[in-house]
């Protein structure tokens, strides 16, 4: 998958939010983040101009220097909140949703409402850190990614 410009983010593809809210996640992320490691992934709201959300395991959090989220948050560690349902926690809204092992995650209504986002969105997967990938829905690097000249894999 492409850099957009030299020294850029690096992105894995194009995911569309399907009409039955299914989202399939690029092969390539969830092999780089072994997403489907724990059946379950953590989601969290995006940057302001990003937007849609950020995807990370229970694994790379809980081995990070930001595990103090899942230690201040046993309701998220312990999914005692519905999938979906949304914790804040420090400026940010967390929650954890499952993820069958093709990498296809399924966000109930209520989720889709808080991120903004509807059937037919492109979702762009950026690389964000070593801890988690973005799933964004606008900004410059979508808008990149729509006029990108190569190839950008669509899921």
């Known amino acids: 998958m492409p850099q957009l410009n030299k020294g850029g983010k690096f992105i894995f593809g194009l995911s569309v939010v399907r009409d039955d809210l299914k989202i399939h ?11 489907t490691r724990d059946d379950k992934v953590i989601i969290f709201t ?15 959090l ?29 400026g940010r809204k967390y929650a954890w949703l499952g993820i069958d092992s093709n990498g296809v995650i399924k966000l109930p ?24 990938f973005t799933m964004g829905a606008k900004g410059p ?7 990108f000249q190569g190839n950008i894999a669509k899921f």
């Open 46 to 60: 995006g940057s302001k101009i990003t937007g849609g959300f950020c995807v990370t395991t229970f694994s790379l």
């Open 141 to 147: 690097l979508l808008e990149k990614a729509h006029n």
């Open 109 to 132: 209504q209520s989720t889709l409402k808080a991120l903004e986002l509807q059937p037919g969105m492109e979702l762009l997967s950026i690389r964000s850190s070593d801890i988690a």
């Open 62 to 90: 809980s081995d990070s220097k930001l595990k103090h989220i899942l230690e201040d948050c046993p309701a998220l560690r312990d999914c005692q909140l519905s999938a979906g349902e949304f914790i804040q926690y420090k």
């Open 25 to 35: 996640i690029p092969p390539q992320a969830l092999s780089e983040y072994d997403a």
